[in-house]
């Protein structure tokens, strides 16, 4: 059996954080080579401060200084670092209770080797040359008796910038592969629901309504209806074709679904409900496993489709 | 099934962005004012209910876990829902269930969303292979929809800008309201830019950073308690064969199931407010005809002869409604606690007059999650 088509899917985004008083403390602070925690209702120090208290829910504000050294308390050791991580050789992560605190912090030591690690091992922070108020203006932690780097004057800092990107290999349905591999050769293929017989293009592995797969396999042409549709006038971040353009469904002759997919070779405004259409293939040497191989749907030239002949879709 | 009823209600001042406070405190400014007015304490809270819309729009996965603290949830039930826009609906009805079921006596019920910690349109349109990357938001999925309507109903153009200018009007009575625009008009709104034709910039909700919380208890907590009458939630697939954009029927069921449920035959004279989830100027007339307030074909004629303003025969969103704010998991919890405002007279300037019956509403997803609750000043 064959693999189904897959291909990557990069989701990426700087997430922004506004920070509060509290967090905003905290990273401020680190940004000046010191480490604040905060005080809990039963005396404990919480390092990072919270913002909440863990036992009576209150907000928390008795901020309390204590030292960029401390001592590991657990760890577990990285020998191949992965993307993000905060060294790009082996590492330990840790949790380290800052002396003065009562809770551990959860960072990475630079031990270069797990035989260098212990539970009890003392660290003190690696600062950062330039700290912009964030965790990783502490670099790592590294084995020492020593005290760390004295505070420094910095601004304020009220907000974090905070990038997530996610890698995913987004694969298609056993269902959806003949369709994708379908496009490759120019074709259009539906299937037809066996109990309702309703024929779904683009093909769904059971049909939503009778919950049974979708077996038969129909060819469908490239001509249709446009239901209904919408201009698209406003640019967004990520958008892949520039606006204005016409979002149109296209119910395809022989389908009982339309699908989304644009609409050119007529002025947005001359766009009606109901207008039939034809599709407008890129140059066959294009051609790839996607919807995108139909560059657009453009005006076919034949009357309208009366409004009772597509009603029913929308 | 015991009774059980709202007792407090709290919201925060919504904006485009809340860059004074974290997510654990924009959540707390509704919490607390929720408690101060139900007059309730941590002690007196057994369990704690979450709403949020997709974690993409924060980037925080499971933010019920980092939260748990400042939702004071630390040795107590803490449950997440997650229902995409109808989020906030479906969280109010959650945690009256646990009430009404006898499992809790008093449940906090939080919904929240902090939109400009990233771009809700780009999380919206995630371009996914083989596919045709047309799709532009909520906006570029609704619009076409709202122009199916518009030709089914043969509806006047100016509907559509008729419900902006007064959802805008309103929201300037609400003190917490994102939007304050007093001097909005039919014509200013019908003058802005064209976004997703046929919807204009006034006829789109904002993106806001906002929570609301309500306490949901068996007793009265303090003087006042909005009676839970009804409560109904019902879903369908995104797309189907067939299915009716226009007028789900996932809506139609779960408001025939509210009604029956509240002892209400004929909502329009039974109901004497509602908050109605209208992100989209257009969605008043269409979730009219879905509820069952109108026949099929005629809710804009109920919007056309201003009974839906406040004064009129069904006041639809006298607190703005979401074109006024749109913290999106806490819109729909925000209609909900609205609703219950407006029967336990609490809304001030956007107060109906003498409102006993109030209609809470939410959907969300591709209209496929309808939640909604029914709420009295009278004990059931």
Known sequence: MTRPLSAPLDVGFDYTRSLGPTLGRFLSDLRRRKVTGIRGSDGRVHVPPLEYDPVTAERLSEFVDVTATGVVRGWSWIPEPLEGQPLDRPFAWALIQLDGADTSLLHAVDAGSPDQMATGTRVRARWRPERVGAITDIECFEISDEPADPPAEADEVTMVTTPVNLHYTHSASPTEDPFLRGLMEGRLIAQRCPVCEKVYFPPRPACPVDGVPTTDQIELSDRGTITTYCVVNVPFLGQRIPPPYVSAYVLLDGADIPFLHLLLGVAPEDVRMGMRVEAVWKPREEWGPTMQNIDHFKPSGEPDAPFDSYSQHL | ?380
């Open chain 2, 1 to 380: 099934m015991r009774p059980a009823a709202v007792v407090g209600t709290g919201q925060t001042h919504h904006a485009a962005k809340r860059l004074d406070v974290s997510m654990a405190g924009l959540c707390r400014e509704a919490i607390d004012r929720a408690m101060a007015d139900a007059g309730v304490d941590w002690s007196d809270i057994d369990a704690v209910v979450l709403g949020k819309a997709p974690d993409l729009f924060e980037g925080v996965m499971m933010p019920e876990l980092f939260l748990a603290d400042a939702l004071g949830a630390v040795g107590k039930p803490l449950l997440r829902v997650h229902t995409a826009g109808s989020v906030g609906g479906s969280t109010g009805n959650v945690a009256a269930s646990l009430v009404q079921s006898g499992v809790h006596d008093r449940v906090l019920a939080v919904a929240f969303e902090k939109q400009s910690e990233s771009n809700a349109m780009w999380a919206l349109s995630v371009p996914t292979p083989f596919t045709m990357p047309v799709h532009a938001g909520a906006g570029g999925y609704f619009a076409p929809h709202v122009r199916s309507y518009i030709r089914r109903a043969s509806a006047p153009e100016h509907i559509g800008a008729m419900v902006a200018a007064k959802d805008r009007r309103n929201g300037a009575r609400n003190p917490y309201a994102h939007l304050k625009q007093p001097d909005i008009t039919v014509e200013s709104v019908q003058a802005s830019t064209m976004l997703w034709d046929p919807i204009r910039y006034d006829e789109t909700c904002p993106s806001s950073d906002g929570a609301c919380a309500v306490v949901i208890s068996s007793e009265p907590t303090s003087g006042q308690a909005a009676w839970i009458r009804a409560t109904a939630m019902r879903t369908e697939p995104t797309t189907f064969a067939g299915r009716d954009q226009v007028n789900p029927q996932a809506g139609q069921d779960a408001a025939r199931a509210l009604w029956k449920q509240a002892g209400i035959t004929d909502p329009l004279s039974e109901v004497d407010a509602a908050e109605i989830y209208v992100p989209f100027s257009w969605f008043e007339p269409m979730w009219l005809e879905n509820l069952g307030f109108t026949d099929i074909g005629q809710g804009w004629k109920l919007t056309e002869a201003g009974e839906t303003e406040i004064g009129g025969r069904l006041p639809v969103n006298p607190s703005g409604g979401v074109l006024s704010s749109n913290p999106i998991g806490a819109s729909g919890l925000l209609r909900f606690a609205e609703a219950a405002m407006q029967v336990m007279g609490t809304a001030g300037d956007h107060q109906v007059d003498g409102a006993q019956v109030a209609l809470g509403h939410a959907y969300g997803g591709g209209s496929q999650f309808f939640a909604m609750w029914v709420v009295g000043s009278e004990k059931p």
